[in-house]
């Protein structure tokens, strides 16, 4: 038990290091949504300066850079959640079940399953509001494609401005979202353990849905 213990803790620090890429993602969207705010704020004046429908450029960076902050924030608690329904007992657990030791399987179980009802509290609480902030962050990368078409682009210096800064902000967030990310099995010999099943949550980049 204590060598299925050992090798669950292991397989443990290999999920979470599985995640480092997603998280290293979400830290760049975050400084992403950062420099958004900074370009909303900034440039009140070229915003001001510069005539389109039907939200002025501050308006378009700013409201995505709050939705950004908000869809990063859920993205955390996901993780979170992920990280309780696979701790290391219920991994232990699936250990147990491959090695036919049904009885040490189920002891690991009733000992983790605290911790994946705490998870799932938190997934099913998330979940719905996430699905909603996707939709209104949809509709606000249509908004803001809206704002660009009616922007009078090169005629008014402070309008190429504001576009060039709606170009560098869109092509950062389709490369944070088009990054490929491989795919690994977590448990012994690259196998995951019967009856721990993992689907990562994906980083959710507001700018990317333009």
Not at 75 to 97: D, E, Q, T, V
Not at 127 to 132: M, Q, W
Not at 148 to 173: D, L, R
Not at 184 to 205: C, D, L
Request: aromatic fraction near 10%; proline fraction near 5%; glycine fraction near 8%.
């Amino acid at each position: 038990p204590s060598m299925t213990n050992i090798q669950a803790s292991r397989l443990q620090r290999q999920e979470v290091l599985r995640m480092k890429w997603p998280l290293l993602k979400m830290c760049i969207s975050f400084g992403l949504s950062m420099c958004t705010c900074y370009i909303a704020l900034s440039n009140m004046d070229a915003s001001d300066a510069c005539p389109t429908s039907p939200v002025s450029w501050s308006t378009l960076f700013l409201g995505q850079s709050v939705v950004s902050f908000v869809c990063l924030a859920f993205m955390l608690l996901m993780f979170w959640s992920r990280f309780l329904i696979m701790n290391k007992h219920m991994i232990a657990a699936g250990l147990y079940r491959e090695r036919g030791d049904d009885a040490a399987a189920a002891r690991s179980t009733e000992a983790g399953m605290a911790d994946v009802q705490r998870g799932g509290k938190i997934a099913a609480v998330v979940a719905c509001p996430f699905l909603l902030l996707a939709m209104f962050a949809f509709s606000w990368s249509i908004i803001g494609w809206v704002v660009y078409a009616n922007s009078p682009g090169g005629q008014i210096e402070e309008c190429k401005q504001m576009e060039t800064w709606w170009w560098i902000v869109f092509a950062v967030s389709i490369l944070l979202q088009g990054t490929p990310q491989k795919k690994q099995q977590v448990g012994a010999g690259g196998a995951t353990p019967r009856g721990v099943q993992v689907n990562p949550p994906q980083v959710h980049s507001v700018a990317a849905e333009e």
